[in-house]
């Protein structure tokens, strides 16, 4: 298991390498090959549940704003 940290420098480094040559489709293979390589790992693998806390919470917030925001008198 400790190799992967290794393929997770590797995959940086070569998003970064295509980023500077300004190869775009290089880049984002390597980071998505980083993000699938960091959530197997045991650190990563709270972070899909993370992202939906998070997106879920926002939705809470942002729904009573949202809802109301029809309803409420326009330039009053």
């Known amino acids: 298991m400790g190799s992967v940290g ?17 190869v775009a489709i290089g880049a984002v293979a390597f980071s998505l090959i ?7 790992t045991p650190v990563g693998a709270g972070l899909p549940e993370a992202i939906s806390t998070f997106i879920s919470a926002f939705d809470r917030a942002a ?11 326009a330039g009053s």
């Open 34 to 40: 980083a993000l699938a390589l960091f959530i197997a």
């Open 6 to 22: 290794v393929l997770i420098l590797g995959a940086v480094l070569g998003a970064f390498i295509c980023a500077k040559a300004r």
């Open 63 to 73: 729904t009573p704003a949202l809802n109301s925001a029809g309803t409420t008198g």
